[in-house]
């Protein structure tokens, strides 16, 4: 599926919002965020965005022995964050397969987008690293 249609599925969908305030860690000598860092913030708002439905990293790791993996990612960068600023990374959920969820990600400042990313992560097993199937209870919060 292309970019912009990824994009426009998107923008159907409900959406989660995860504040992030841009450290100095974050940045460069010149105080504008280093293009990996922003990988760094998609990451903490999936991981907000599953506790937020009741599946904490290590509930699905110990309770349903698996873990979520990036198969793949595209990303964009369109402007600069830079220190201090306050950000608002997005999670939307544009398709879930048996083992795949696709999700649209946005990195905003004052709804103004900086970032975004198509991102597939697939759901695998925590011994063997092997697909397995979403759990059903996630499915069906996905789903809703």
């Known amino acids: 599926m292309s970019f912009k249609r990824q994009t426009e599925l998107a923008l159907s969908s409900d959406i989660f919002f995860?504040?992030?305030?841009?450290?100095?860690?974050?940045?460069?000598?010149?105080?504008?965020?280093?293009?990996?860092?922003?990988?760094?913030?998609m990451e903490r708002a999936r991981y907000e965005w599953l506790r937020e439905m009741g599946f904490d990293v290590n509930t699905l790791i110990q309770a349903h022995q698996i873990i979520f993996m990036v198969r793949s990612l595209n990303i964009e960068y369109f402007k600069p964050a830079f220190l201090d600023d306050l950000l608002h990374v997005t999670v939307q959920v544009t398709e879930?397969?048996?083992?795949?969820?696709?999700?649209?990600?946005?990195?905003?400042?004052?709804?103004?987008?900086?970032?975004?990313?198509?991102?597939?992560?697939?759901?695998?097993?925590?011994n063997n690293l092997k697909p397995v199937s979403v759990p059903v209870m996630l499915r069906q919060k996905i789903e809703k």
């Open 18 to 41: 995860h504040p992030v305030r841009v450290y100095y860690q974050d940045t460069d000598t010149g105080g504008v965020v280093y293009h990996a860092t922003y990988l760094n913030f």
């Open 96 to 126: 879930i397969g048996r083992s795949r969820i696709t999700l649209f990600q946005q990195v905003l400042r004052d709804q103004v987008m900086l970032v975004s990313a198509i991102i597939h992560v697939v759901c695998v097993g925590v």
